[in-house]
């Protein structure tokens, strides 16, 4: 197989695409082809250790440089990894720090740590990015680029984010388990992200062979195989090694040979077809945005004066109509989540009265004789009746405000780019172009159509991009909308992992999403009020007016209960609504506006006669090249 | 003699208990109001914990699945209960009390009857208790709720309960997602006075393993018990209290290091030095400490001191810095009642003299 060759071939695609992108000026595009033929050039596989914290990746990756130190990456008996650190071939030793401010600073080996550990830099303090590190490690092929990345569901936030960001830039995975503990729901979280960025291939890889029986490792691996088939991945083999064996020196004893073996394997057999999808994939995700924009340019440079004035007028028209069909969606939010809200509302009072009548029923009840036993008793089962009683309700109003946010996000009007670089709006009762053509190029800068046309790795090198630019305000911080919104998909894949409660399944970003926090918080939030709520019962009055006391008493408790769910959490529900709506618009409005101004300039600044052959020229050979290239899935549906 | 003072703690607790929490919806400063809310909280953990000492102490042993908490039972015990790894394991919590002869009982949700096995030795436990598991392992119909294990262990004197707590974080699917957990979960809320939280010195503590702690345990866990130490150096072990201090914010449970294999291996060989060396008997002696209603109660006592203490200093804090020379902070009546009750007994004194400072 001649790889060299096939990779040229890619290669001069970008390179003309590029110089086309370059007489745009359009530096992002540019710059993401570069950095894109930059690692197709090296020819360089880039292989991400991954796991949970603590599972022995830096172990493993010494073990396979080939290092007797731990230097390159360092290891500790706490969870120490806290950035990427990307490990090349080289024939001097050289490791560059690269900062988040764009900073690049060369260091020692031996201050290698300094950057990349939790104890040295804690929370990242220094704001490292990255680090590059090459030298010649005996065993890492030449084209190879093994990485080593932070162990995943630590305590320390920001190392999820900054995998997160990471894992789409992989090729290929090593997927690092540890055959002391069984898989858990971070691993099959993590595994996931790995999926939804398209890396197909994962090397499965169980550690600590050595320190568990064989018949324990044959449970764990058999037991693990079978979880993950039930989520849908299917492992052909569970390599067994031991990292600490092989970093000691034993490479065939530990296993660790036999994993090199199969990687260099799949690399000899593969690595020229994956990097050429992933590159393509890459290529297309940064020139999709450039050919929307030029289209749109072309078409509205054809057009009259006249005709971008009647344009114009076409869009305010519509935008007339998109408010009045938003209005619509509008209200039918407001109503389904006052209803819900309604209902949760008269479901809590409801409840409240059952509670009221039952317990004071069973305090009635009671001999005199067993008042005292009661007594101790009481918080436990007030507790387990606002459980039994509040629980389900809970449930029940979030899924109906997750449903009536579901039903916004399809019912509310939308732009995308129609196939010809006409703004298109998706509303309920169809679709209709709203302008021309012209906003388009608006629409194209806004990222309008973006996700939509481009292929999965557009989307996900965008919110990687996203991601990395604040690693852990993203995370931390998003706003409410996009967090309600994005939540949504991700959740019902995940419903099958779900341990009880939807927020136990969520991945760890979306755990941090406000909705259901704000809304006081999973389900079982109804205890915690209650926990700081419980008011002693146990008062030793005389045995007579014991009961007396404690009626009164678990009155007053429910009531407290019931005042602080009625007023503080449900005023907070009703809050809400106005919030997220508020969002959907804000966003709305903002694309309008700038396809609207785009159109105006547009009409101000007309190219003339020659710029224009020269675009038309451009975008057919943008569109040639885009159909030329070796066609995978991310096909260009615009310029077809 | 012990019964009183725990009935006159108790009354102080729930005046106290009062107290603030009437002074924490009559501020106005939500600031203020938070405070005292956190007050409240550890007061209703002070609470819970004295409702519970008189009858049974349970401790807990809390931890991810496969952390060691069998083995460290076995440690401590003696008894070579320990399911093997990765096979059927009871959702069921298994309660250590002690009892002349070994003798385990099952509790099946929903049902009277409970079922009970005279055992002739260890070696039959742990096979009823094997097949117990093997017999429910996907049977929800048919769900144990608790397991009772009666043995004559020293350490189990004065009512003193020890529970062995099914394993929670393993990816679950399916039916039963979940279904191991919110058992845990509901033994957890209603049924435990301590927690004692494993931890495997090598795994550190997780994200999701400290959330379910915060959510389910966080005020009746002091300890956390930390395994696989063996090979740890006294500067190892600080800088593990050190990285997950932030963790626990004010509320800064000790660590115990120590190795439940060594411990289990030390106490078959009956090797007092080599069970020493693993950190059993320290735990042993903390266990006692707790069991001991006694010392239960003078523990009750130091934490609503402390608590006293750390309220007025903060208040006074607060007064400073808002450059207001004279605040409220009792509700008048809340203040006048509390002053009512008990007001001979010496602990009451000297809280009265704690809490009055701000006044």
């Known amino acids: ?640 | 003699m012990h019964d009183q003072d725990s009935h006159d703690l108790t009354r102080i607790v729930d005046s106290l208990l009062m107290l603030v929490h009437e002074a924490s919806e009559y501020q106005a400063e939500p600031e203020v109001r938070a405070i005292l809310k956190e007050a409240v909280r550890a007061l209703v953990g002070a609470r819970r914990r004295l409702a519970v000492a008189a009858d049974r102490y349970i401790v807990a042993v809390v931890g991810l699945t496969n952390v060691g908490k069998s083995t460290l039972l076995n440690a401590l015990l003696g008894l070579e209960l320990a399911p093997r790894r990765n096979g059927p394991c009871t959702a069921a919590p298994i309660e250590f009390t002690f009892g002349n002869e070994l003798c385990v009982t099952v509790c099946y949700r929903g049902s009277l009857s409970r079922p009970s096995w005279r055992c002739e030795d260890v070696e039959a436990v742990h096979e009823k208790l094997t097949s117990l598991a093997a017999d429910t392992a996907g049977r929800t119909s048919l769900a144990l709720q608790q397991i009772s294990v009666k043995a004559p262990v020293p350490l189990l004197g004065n009512g003193l309960v020890i529970a062995d707590t099914p394993g929670f974080g393993a990816a679950q699917l399916g039916e039963d997602a979940g279904s191991h957990e919110s058992a845990l979960k509901s033994y957890l809320q209603n049924e435990i006075s301590q927690v004692f939280w494993v931890v495997l010195a090598e795994q550190g503590i997780g994200k999701r393993e400290k959330n379910f702690c915060d959510e389910f345990f966080a005020d009746v866990c002091d300890d956390v018990i930390v395994t696989g130490a063996e090979d740890w150096e006294a500067n190892d072990r600080q800088r593990f209290r050190q990285r997950y201090a932030d963790a626990f914010g004010n509320r800064m449970p000790r660590f115990h290091f120590v190795s439940g294999l060594k411990g289990a291996e030390a106490r078959r060989a009956k090797d007092a030095e080599a069970l020493e060396a693993a950190g059993i008997p320290m735990l042993e002696s903390r266990i006692r400490e707790l069991a001991d209603p006694a010392g239960r109660l003078a523990a009750v006592q130091n934490s609503l001191h402390q608590l006293a203490e750390d309220l007025t200093f903060w208040l006074a804090r607060f007064r400073d810095r808002q450059r207001q020379p004279l605040r409220v902070w009792w509700r008048p009546d809340s203040w006048a009642r509390w002053r009512a009750t008990l007001s001979n007994h010496p602990l009451h004194k000297r809280l009265t003299e704690q809490l009055q400072v701000t006044e």
Request: hydrophobic residues 45%; proline residues 3%.
């Open chain 1, 1 to 640: 197989m001649n790889i060299i060759a096939d990779h040229g071939k890619d290669l001069e695609w970008a390179r003309q695409l590029r110089d086309l992108v370059d007489t745009r000026g359009d530096a992002v595009a540019a710059g993401e082809i570069d950095r894109a033929a930059a690692a197709l050039e090296a020819d360089c596989f880039v292989l991400a250790v991954l796991g949970k914290a603590k599972r022995g990746k830096s172990t493993l990756l010494n073990a396979l440089l080939g290092r007797r130190d731990d230097a390159v990456a360092p290891i500790d008996k706490l969870p120490a990894s806290s950035a990427i650190s990307r490990i090349r071939w080289a024939e001097a030793e050289q490791a560059t720090v690269a900062f988040r401010d764009g900073r690049r600073e060369n260091i020692p080996f031996s201050r290698i740590r300094h950057y990349v550990t939790e104890e040295y830099n804690k929370e990242n303090f220094k704001g490292v990015d990255a680090l590059e590190i090459s030298g010649p490690f005996s065993g890492l092929d030449h084209d190879l680029e093994l990485v080593d990345t932070p162990g995943a569901g630590s305590i320390h936030e920001h190392h999820d984010a900054i995998l997160h960001a990471f894992i789409p830039l992989a090729d290929a995975v090593i997927f690092l388990v540890s055959a002391r503990m069984p898989l858990d729901q971070d691993e099959l979280e993590l595994l996931h992200e790995v999926q939804a960025a398209d890396v197909d291939k994962i090397f499965f890889v169980i550690n600590r062979v050595d320190e568990s029986s064989e018949q324990d490792v044959e449970d764990a691996i058999a037991h693990n195989i079978q979880l993950l088939q039930q989520i849908g991945v299917h492992v052909e083999k569970f390599h067994r090694i031991s990292a600490k064996k092989a970093f000691q020196g034993d490479l065939e004893g530990s296993g660790v040979a036999a994993l090199m073996a199969e990687i260099g394997q799949f690399l000899a057999h593969n690595k020229g077809r994956v990097l050429a999808e992933r590159f393509q994939s890459r290529i297309r995700a940064a020139v999709q945005p450039v050919c929307q924009a030029l289209a749109v340019q072309i078409t509205s440079s054809r057009k009259t004066a006249s005709e971008l004035e009647t344009e114009l007028a076409k869009l305010r028209e519509q935008k007339r109509a998109i408010e009045s069909d938003r209005c619509l969606v509008e209200r039918e939010f407001g109503l389904a989540w006052t209803r819900a809200a309604d209902a949760y509302e008269q479901a809590v009072r409801q409840a409240k009265g059952i509670i009221s009548s039952d317990l004071a029923k069973k305090i009635s009840g009671t001999p005199q004789l067993d008042v005292t036993k009661l007594a101790k008793q009481l918080p436990t089962i007030l507790r387990s009746s606002l459980d039994d009683e509040l629980i389900p309700i809970a449930k029940r109003f979030e899924e109906s405000a997750r449903q009536a946010c579901e039903k916004l996000q399809i019912a509310y009007p939308e732009l995308s780019m129609g196939d010809f670089g006409e703004v298109v709006v998706r509303t309920n009762a169809g679709t209709t172009a709203i302008t021309g053509s012209v906003g388009g190029v608006a629409a194209a800068a806004t990222g309008i159509g973006l996700a939509a046309a481009g292929s999965a790795a557009a989307t996900s090198i965008a919110a990687a991009n996203a991601v990395a630019l604040a690693a852990t305000t993203t995370v931390a911080a998003p706003s409410v909308i996009s967090g309600v919104l994005s939540v949504i998909p991700q959740l019902s894949i995940l419903a099958p992992l779900a341990t009880g409660s939807a927020t136990v399944a969520c991945p760890a970003a979306v755990t941090a999403m406000p909705l259901w926090v704000a809304m006081a918080g999973p389900v079982g939030w109804t205890l915690a009020g209650i926990g700081v709520l419980a008011v002693p019962f146990s008062w030793r009055v005389s045995k007579l007016r014991l009961k007396d006391k404690l009626a009164e008493a678990t009155d007053e408790h429910i009531k407290t209960v019931f005042c602080q769910i009625l007023e503080d959490k449900i005023t907070a529900i009703r809050r809400m609504e106005k919030g997220i709506l508020e969002e959907v618009r804000i966003g709305l409005d903002r694309q309008l506006g700038q396809i609207e101004s785009a159109i105006v300039s547009a009409k101000d600044h007309r190219p003339t006669d020659e710029e224009l052959k020269r675009l038309t020229g451009m975008a057919e050979r943008l569109h040639g090249l885009l159909a030329g290239g070796s066609a995978p899935k991310a096909a260009s549906s615009l310029l077809d």
